[in-house]
């Protein structure tokens, strides 16, 4: 009898909940240092892609494909960063209509 293998999650490089929880509530510190690293690593990511349009407008670039890389991670960074400021407003919204 074939022995089944259980399917692997792609795109999240294997990070569990736990690692999540660990980060959150010890190793890392607060919400606020969580949001802070975030938006450091999210400028980062800009920085890189602004980086690889201006070195693509140049003539510069040496490996197209791997700026368009670059460029649609910025572009996913940035919205996935806009979605979940977006929930927290609405949280915020949400606290603020609740009656005590």
Request: charged fraction near 20%; glycine fraction near 10%.
């Given at each position: 009898m074939a022995q089944i293998t259980p399917i692997?999650?792609?795109g999240?490089?294997?990070i569990s909940l736990t690692d999540v929880n660990n980060e959150v509530n010890?190793?890392?510190?607060d919400f606020s240092s969580l949001l802070k690293k975030s938006l450091d690593?999210?400028?980062a990511s800009q920085e890189k892609s602004d980086r690889a349009l201006a070195d693509m407008a140049s003539g510069r670039v040496k490996d197209l494909h791997q700026?368009?890389?670059t460029i649609g991670?910025?572009?996913t960074s940035m919205k996935l960063m806009l979605e979940v400021r977006n929930k927290a407003i609405s949280a915020y919204k949400e606290i603020l209509r609740t009656q005590v």
């Open positions: 692997q999650p792609s999240f490089n294997n010890g190793r890392q510190g690593e999210l400028n700026a368009a890389i991670k910025a572009e």
